[in-house]
C-alpha cells in the first residue's frame, strides 16, 4: 500500500528544463555539458535532513539554564510550533523577549560546537544523491548556513547540493525558497518546484511562494499539525519522495 497522500485531484506533471550545471560555492552557470534537470528539489535541513530533535531539546534546556529561565524544555515546546525558528523555540521555552537573540545565537553556536554534525535520517544519503543526479538541489533553513555545510561535508554530500540559504542569509523563508526558484528555475513551472519541509511553517512557506509542498511525517511535528496547512502531499518514508518527483 502506498504511504503517499496527494492533496491533489490532478497528476504531477514534472516540465523538463535544460539547466547548465552550477557552482556549489558561487552559484553561477557554466556551460560545460548541458545537462538535463527535471526539478529544483528545497530541502528543509532540521527535522527533514538532519536528525536533531535531541539536540534541539538539549541546547534549549542548556541555554534556559544559562539565561536564568525557569523553563524544562520538552519536545512538545517544538512540535505545536507555528513559525519554526530559534526564535520560536525560544518564545515557546519562555524566553523573554530581550533575550531571544540570544536564545538563538547560543543554540546556533552549540550545534557548530558539536563534536560531530547531527545524524542523518536513515534513507536520506541515498535519496539525495539519486536526485542531485538530475535535478537541482538546495536547502532552506533556519539553521546556520556553517552547521548546514559541516553536515554535508560528515556525510559526503556536499557536492550534490548547489545552494544553501540559511538563517544567515537574508528574508524570510517564503522568500528564499523564491529566491532559489529565480535562481535556479525563472521560467519552469509551478509543479517542478518543490519544498520539502517537516513544519506547519514550511508548508505555508512553499505556499507562500506558491511551489508544490511536501509534508513528511519524520520530522518534529505532527501529522496532524502538518495537515492544518494543507499540503500537496505528504510522506512517511524518504523512499516515497521518488515516487512524487520522479512521477
Same mark, same amino acid.
Given at each position: 500500500?502506498?504511504?503517499?497522500?496527494?492533496?491533489?485531484?490532478?497528476?504531477?506533471?514534472?516540465?523538463? =528544463?535544460?539547466?547548465?550545471?552550477?557552482?556549489?560555492?558561487?552559484?553561477?552557470?557554466?556551460?560545460?555539458?548541458?545537462?538535463?534537470?527535471?526539478?529544483?528539489?528545497?530541502?528543509?535541513?532540521?527535522?527533514?535532513?538532519?536528525?536533531? !530533535?535531541?539536540?534541539?531539546?538539549?541546547?534549549?534546556?542548556?541555554?534556559?539554564?544559562?539565561?536564568?529561565?525557569?523553563?524544562?524544555?520538552?519536545?512538545?515546546?517544538?512540535?505545536?510550533? $507555528?513559525?519554526?525558528?530559534?526564535?520560536?523555540?525560544?518564545?515557546?521555552?519562555?524566553?523573554?523577549?530581550?533575550?531571544?537573540?540570544?536564545?538563538?545565537?547560543?543554540? !546556533?553556536?552549540?550545534?557548530?560546537?558539536?563534536?560531530?554534525? /547531527?545524524?542523518?535520517?536513515?534513507? !536520506?544519503?541515498?535519496?539525495?544523491?539519486?536526485?542531485?543526479?538530475?535535478?537541482?538541489?538546495?536547502?532552506?533553513?533556519?539553521?546556520?548556513?556553517?552547521?548546514?555545510?559541516?553536515?554535508?561535508?560528515?556525510?559526503?554530500?556536499?557536492?550534490?547540493?548547489?545552494?544553501? #540559504?540559511?538563517?544567515?542569509?537574508?528574508?524570510? =523563508?517564503?522568500?528564499?525558497?523564491?529566491?532559489?526558484?529565480?535562481?535556479?528555475?525563472?521560467?519552469?513551472?509551478? $509543479?517542478?518546484?518543490?519544498?520539502?519541509?517537516?513544519?506547519?511553517?514550511?508548508?505555508?512557506?512553499?505556499?507562500?511562494?506558491?511551489?508544490?509542498?511536501?509534508?513528511?511525517?519524520?520530522?518534529?511535528?505532527? !501529522? $496532524?499539525?502538518?495537515?492544518?496547512?494543507? /499540503?500537496? #502531499?505528504?510522506?512517511?518514508?524518504?523512499?516515497?519522495?521518488?515516487?512524487?518527483?520522479?512521477?
Amino acid at each position: 500500500m502506498s504511504n503517499i497522500s496527494g492533496t491533489r485531484g490532478v497528476d504531477l506533471f514534472l516540465i523538463l =528544463k535544460k539547466f547548465a550545471p552550477v557552482d556549489m560555492f558561487t552559484g553561477t552557470k557554466s556551460n560545460l555539458n548541458g545537462k538535463f534537470f527535471m526539478a529544483l528539489i528545497i530541502f528543509d535541513f532540521d527535522g527533514v535532513l538532519a536528525d536533531t !530533535l535531541d539536540d534541539l531539546v538539549q541546547f534549549g534546556q542548556e541555554v534556559c539554564d544559562e539565561l536564568g529561565v525557569k523553563h524544562v524544555v520538552k519536545k512538545d515546546d517544538l512540535s505545536n510550533l $507555528e513559525i519554526m525558528s530559534f526564535a520560536s523555540f525560544g518564545r515557546a521555552c519562555e524566553v523573554p523577549e530581550n533575550l531571544v537573540d540570544e536564545f538563538v545565537q547560543s543554540c !546556533l553556536k552549540r550545534f557548530a560546537e558539536k563534536k560531530s554534525p /547531527p545524524a542523518i535520517f536513515n534513507g !536520506l544519503s541515498d535519496i539525495v544523491r539519486k536526485f542531485s543526479v538530475n535535478n537541482t538541489l538546495a536547502i532552506v533553513t533556519t539553521n546556520s548556513s556553517q552547521n548546514v555545510n559541516a553536515f554535508l561535508v560528515e556525510h559526503g554530500l556536499s557536492r550534490c547540493i548547489h545552494a544553501v #540559504y540559511g538563517v544567515d542569509s537574508p528574508g524570510t =523563508k517564503a522568500q528564499k525558497i523564491s529566491i532559489a526558484r529565480n535562481q535556479f528555475s525563472a521560467d519552469t513551472k509551478q $509543479e517542478a518546484v518543490f519544498m520539502v519541509g517537516d513544519s506547519l511553517s514550511d508548508i505555508r512557506a512553499a505556499k507562500e511562494a506558491a511551489v508544490t509542498s511536501i509534508a513528511v511525517t519524520w520530522g518534529h511535528q505532527s !501529522l $496532524e499539525h502538518l495537515l492544518g496547512g494543507h /499540503p500537496d #502531499y505528504v510522506v512517511n518514508f524518504p523512499d516515497d519522495l521518488i515516487e512524487i518527483i520522479e512521477k
